[in-house]
């Protein structure tokens, strides 16, 4: 690359795939060679890169507030996928939210998180937008994680380092652990579930933390979720 490296995957074990401000997406070899380059979002950013657990898609979101599937096997993109507010602009003629995090499930639907604090659940067959969860005061999002198992949770993390858990879709909503909380005190880096109650984080301090989801019952009977703090490193 060019300029900075923003984003950076393993894929498939022996690939890299990595993705900078200079705009291009590449994938790399064990042998540390670039075996393509993947070019096609418009402005110079492009954010971030997820890969599908199973089949040979890659997704990259950029500054021009897209989202693209890429066939790394045959190197293509399919059609460009656009934020239901892309035609709104800064004053620069910049788009005025961007796509920052990108998760793929199994089941076909991409998962974007934006510069504006939405979460979006997208099915690209449709081209279809769901809003799963948006911050009223608009923090960027600065990271976003599965549930590694079922994917009927999200996690994501904020750069003022709250974090939210909540359900993938209405369907979810009844079973679903849902909670928010101040994980650190700086920006949320890197947020990933370690197993189906386990979530470890870290910020821009230095700090390592790992949570636990537990749901409890009340002095009223009522069960009440909540994030427990088991262990912190600095």
Known sequence: ????????????DEN????????????????????EKLRGHLQKNVWCVAAHS?????????????????????PHHFPQY???????????????????????GKDGRSFVATSLGA???????????ELLQCSSDKVPISVLALHPSHESLIASG??????????????FSSQSFSSSWRAHETRCWRLQ????????????KGELRLWQLATSENERGEQEQ????????R
């Open 226 to 233: 909540k994030v427990i703090l088991l262990a912190q490193v």
């Open 54 to 74: 199973d089949l040979s898609i890659v997704a990259t979101g950029g500054g021009d507030g897209s989202v693209k599937l890429w066939d790394v096997t045959f």
């Open 82 to 104: 656009f934020l239901p507010s892309a035609r709104a602009t800064t004053h620069r003629g910049m788009p005025a939210e961007v796509v920052r995090c990108i998760c793929l």
């Open 193 to 204: 579930w370690l197993s189906q109650n386990l979530i470890v984080t870290c910020c821009a």
């Open 119 to 129: 979460v979006y659940s997208v099915d690209t067959q449709m081209d279809r937008w």
């Open 1 to 12: 690359h060019s300029s900075r490296v923003w984003d950076c995957i393993f894929f498939r």
């Open 158 to 171: 904020d750069v003022r380092g709250f974090c939210n858990i909540f359900p993938s879709g209405p369907n």
């Open 16 to 35: 890299v795939i990595s993705c900078a401000e200079d705009g291009i997406a590449a994938v790399w070899n064990e042998a540390g060679e670039c075996r």
